[in-house]
């Protein structure tokens, strides 16, 4: 079975930390481009983070620029968001999402969920106090 799944979401103050994970079973994600999107309540899905296929650039929406940081570890066959400085606006329920199709970190490219094949169910992320 192919699948995505996120991990890593929680509950914590404004100024926390938390590190998000994304784990594919099925399928390595070696080579594939890789995007972190978000939803807040109420609000459509955007996109926070996306890297290359090529693993050699990555993107980051203005929101959340200096503030998180996407990595990849092949040899674990996971993606990282770590998110640092949270604001209460950061609130959202996180998917990662993963593309065999040649994505580059031109944001309109990188943050078009059309473009992605598969789909974690999402971690929440709750920023208060």
């Known amino acids: 079975q192919l699948q995505l799944e996120e991990s890593g979401g929680g509950l914590v103050q404004p100024g926390g930390s938390l590190r998000l994970s994304c784990a594919a079973s099925g399928f390595t994600l070696d080579g594939l481009a890789i995007g972190w999107f978000r939803q807040a309540p109420g609000k459509g899905r955007e996109g926070v983070s996306c890297i290359s296929s090529s693993g050699e650039s990555t993107n980051y929406a203005d929101s959340v620029k200096g503030r998180f940081t996407l990595s990849r570890d092949n040899a674990k066959n996971t993606v990282y968001l770590q998110v640092n400085s949270l604001k209460p606006e950061d609130t959202a329920v996180y998917y990662c999402?993963?593309?065999?199709?040649?994505?580059?970190?031109?944001?309109?490219?990188?943050?078009?969920?059309?473009?992605?094949?598969?789909w974690g169910q999402g971690t929440q992320v709750t920023v208060s106090s």
């Open positions: 999402a993963a593309s065999r199709r040649r994505i580059t970190t031109i944001p309109a490219i990188c943050y078009d969920e059309w473009r992605y094949d598969y």
